[in-house]
């Protein structure tokens, strides 16, 4: 299994990027896909989730400004960030848990991270 993340870049304050993660490798079904980010001297932290259900979770702190979004048939998960801040700038990596693929049953499998910039 392999999740690839793209997408990331600089940008100014108040702007706006999409991120993107392909998962591939044989999988059938993934339950939940995600995003996190770790901040320079930061513990990686959540910043939004989703579940093949259509559940979504978010952190206080992107609420109203970043919208998850997700194709199951492309195994695709997607992150809209609006209204960014400086306090956004990170590494984000994509997060796949309870994947079922040919293999059987999979767990917590991670991208290589995008990096993210939002300065003027």
């Known amino acids: 299994v392999q999740l690839q993340a793209s997408g990331g870049g600089l940008v100014q304050p108040g702007g706006s990027l999409r991120l993107s993660c392909a998962a591939s490798g044989g999988i059938l079904s993934i339950n939940v896909m995600g995003w996190y980010r770790q901040a320079p001297g930061k513990q990686r932290e959540l910043v939004a989730t989703t579940t093949s259900g259509g559940t979504t979770k978010y952190a206080d702190s992107v609420k109203g400004r970043f919208t998850i979004s997700r194709d199951n048939s492309k195994k695709t998960v997607y992150l809209q960030m609006n209204s960014l801040k400086p306090e956004d700038t990170a590494v984000y990596y994509c997060?796949?848990?309870?994947?079922?693929?040919?293999?059987?049953?999979?767990?917590?499998?991670w991208g290589q991270g995008t990096q993210v910039t939002v300065s003027s």
């Open positions: 997060n796949a848990d309870r994947i079922f693929a040919l293999q059987g049953w999979l767990y917590d499998y």
